[in-house]
């Protein structure tokens, strides 16, 4: 395999966890199904989910939040042929509404999460997909979040 050849390879799989990202924070869900292979192994935890529980996570996460926003971060990628691991770091920020005096004075907050994805990757019909995505949370912490002057 060229150089050309191994550094597409490592853009495609490193723009896959950016799509990832993306297509949470917006709901994509046709976007998102694309990402994954039939047979994902997605890793929270304890909790290993399949491919109809993962297509169900945008959903969760923007019924629970407001918003949330994924910046990805360092990553590191190791090609091998048509299979490669990596290792993702990831801030997320999800923000939700709270209240203050028996629900009269709303703000909002920001659940944030420091990040470190363990994924495996195969090109399938061409395509680099997650095969396995382990999501490990390092740190948690929550902001107020100061709304802008308008």
């Not at 005096?101 to 944030?112: K, V």
């Not at 399938?124 to 802008?148: H, K, M, S």
Request: with cysteine.
């Amino acid at each position: 395999m060229t150089d050309l050849a191994l550094l597409l390879d490592e853009l495609a799989i490193k723009n896959l966890s950016h799509r990832y990202a993306i297509a949470l924070d917006r709901d994509d869900r046709e976007e998102w199904a694309s990402l994954f292979s039939d047979d994902i192994a997605f890793e929270s935890g304890s909790t290993v989910r399949g491919l109809e529980d993962v297509l169900r996570i945008p959903r969760e996460q923007l019924a629970r939040y407001q918003k949330t926003l994924h910046s990805v971060t360092t990553q590191k990628i190791s090609l091998a042929g048509d299979t490669a691991t990596g290792e993702v770091y990831c801030v997320a920020h999800h923000i939700y509404e709270d209240f203050h005096q028996n629900r009269r004075l709303p703000f909002d907050l920001s659940h944030n999460f420091l990040i470190r994805y363990e994924d495996d990757y195969s090109r399938i019909d061409g395509r680099w997909v997650f095969t396995r995505r382990r999501v490990v949370t390092e740190a948690r912490f929550v902001n107020q979040i100061i709304p802008a002057e308008g």
